[in-house]
């Protein structure tokens, strides 16, 4: 059973704080990695894709990808209220589904 | 262009009835998958459609099922519904592209059984 680990949260930072959100995987043959937002009541918004080992920036958004620890996470700088969501991580191996983890629920406090 | 559509955007069924939900994809995608999401079990997949033809299965009892059609629309049906089966049905659509992988979805169909 491939899985997709999150903490579920809250994860609460103040406004202008980092967020920090990570997500663990089973699969070691995964080779693509999504971070998706999805706001209450409604449907996943991708966020950032990321392929290789490292750190891939996006505006105030990072992904970084730890493949022999089998790890990525997404930082948000400059958190601000509006980034108050669930963060999804999904990851999947060529030819196979998307595995979703249970996603975190940020609150960014004003 | 436009995004992912699905149709209808609610929907209230009893137990024991059927249920089919709609998705247009993205224009030129032309792989389609479906996914419940609900509190207790978040985003389960339940199928890909690639080409008219199914390319993946998740663990779900046959009462779910989905075609694709050649305009990359396409249809799941639920037969025999469960109390357990309201939840939020996402379709997602994926470019032509193999190396991105990128998915987009639509707004959901938020399906309710009593």
């Known amino acids: 059973q491939k899985e997709v680990e999150q903490n579920s949260g809250p994860l609460s930072v103040p406004e202008g704080a980092i967020a920090s959100l990570n997500c663990t995987y089973s699969?070691?043959?995964?080779?693509?990695f999504f971070w998706y937002r999805q706001y209450s009541g409604k449907s996943p918004e991708l966020i950032m894709s990321i392929y290789s080992n490292g750190d891939k920036e996006d505006g105030r958004f990072t992904a970084q990808l730890n493949k022999a620890s089998q790890y990525v996470s997404l930082l948000i700088r400059d958190s601000q209220p509006s980034d108050s969501a669930t963060y999804l991580c999904?990851?999947?191996?060529?030819?196979?589904?998307?595995?979703f983890g249970p996603g975190t629920r940020l609150s960014v406090l004003p | 262009k436009a995004g992912v559509t699905q149709t209808p955007r609610y929907l209230i069924k009893t137990r024991g009835q059927q249920v089919t939900l709609s998705c247009s994809p993205i224009?030129?995608?032309?792989?389609v998958s479906w996914y419940q999401q609900t509190p207790g079990q978040g985003l389960q997949f339940l199928f890909e459609y690639f080409s008219e033809t199914q390319r993946n299965k998740g663990n779900f009892p046959g009462r779910f099922s989905g075609r694709q059609f050649s305009n990359s629309r396409s249809e799941m049906n639920v037969s025999t519904l469960e109390l357990g089966d309201s939840a939020l049905y996402l379709c997602a659509s994926s470019p032509p592209s193999e190396g991105t992988d990128t998915q987009y979805f639509g707004p959901g169909t938020r399906l309710t059984v009593l």
């Open positions: 699969d070691r043959g995964s080779q693509s």
């Open positions: 224009s030129g995608h032309r792989s």
């Open positions: 999904a990851v999947k191996n060529y030819g196979q589904n998307f595995v």
